[in-house]
């Protein structure tokens, strides 16, 4: 919290906590928890695409109206990089090779999703391109018809003026 008269942020208040969401891109909720004042967490998506992480404070209202305000961290790690290896040695009580072993592991699986969502993204290019190569045909196709369209109601226009002029 905010405090307005030594501008500084308080120590956090006992109770004030966090509610976090986190939506994959078709919508569906990957994780919905509820923190403390302090917390971490991880989730684990199989969509690729660009996820919402939704912030809720559960403090009261009033205190939002009356000017506080809350300070949050956010320290985004995608992939292998987002694991704590040493905590990981300690728990799983693994040798030094042994956890070089997973690290390289984890660099490969990252690797391969990397991969995977390359291609994702390249095929949903190649629609895209596919898809605005046809309209660009059925426009130029259009503009060609409504072209020879009106040329040659111009030429049987003229010709029936020319006619009624008696100049033909």
């Given at each position: 919290m905010w405090d307005k008269q030594k501008e500084v942020f308080l120590p956090s208040t006992p109770g004030l906590g966090m509610h976090v969401e986190v939506k994959d891109p078709e919508g569906k909720v990957v994780l919905s928890r509820q923190y403390g004042s302090e917390g971490r967490f991880t989730f684990t998506s199989h969509t690729p695409g660009d996820h919402q992480i939704c912030l809720h404070s559960n403090?009261?209202?009033?205190?939002?109206?009356?000017?506080?305000?809350?300070?949050?961290?956010?320290?985004?790690?995608?992939?292998?990089?987002?694991?704590?290896?040493?905590?990981?040695?300690?728990?799983?009580?693994?040798?030094?090779?042994?956890l070089r072993a997973r690290q390289l592991l984890d660099q490969v699986e990252q690797i391969q999703k990397e991969q995977d969502y390359q291609r994702y993204r390249e095929e949903r290019f190649r629609l895209t391109s596919e898809s605005t190569n046809q309209r660009v045909l059925w426009w130029s196709i259009t503009q060609t018809?409504?072209?020879?369209?009106?040329g040659i109601w111009q030429m049987r226009h003229l010709k029936s003026f020319f006619e009624a002029k008696k100049l033909v």
């Amino acid at each position: 919290m905010w405090d307005k008269q030594k501008e500084v942020f308080l120590p956090s208040t006992p109770g004030l906590g966090m509610h976090v969401e986190v939506k994959d891109p078709e919508g569906k909720v990957v994780l919905s928890r509820q923190y403390g004042s302090e917390g971490r967490f991880t989730f684990t998506s199989h969509t690729p695409g660009d996820h919402q992480i939704c912030l809720h404070s559960n403090s009261t209202r009033m205190v939002l109206f009356t000017g506080g305000r809350l300070r949050v961290h956010l320290d985004i790690q995608v992939g292998e990089h987002a694991n704590n290896y040493p905590e990981i040695a300690a728990k799983d009580k693994l040798t030094e090779l042994q956890l070089r072993a997973r690290q390289l592991l984890d660099q490969v699986e990252q690797i391969q999703k990397e991969q995977d969502y390359q291609r994702y993204r390249e095929e949903r290019f190649r629609l895209t391109s596919e898809s605005t190569n046809q309209r660009v045909l059925w426009w130029s196709i259009t503009q060609t018809v409504i072209l020879i369209l009106t040329g040659i109601w111009q030429m049987r226009h003229l010709k029936s003026f020319f006619e009624a002029k008696k100049l033909v």
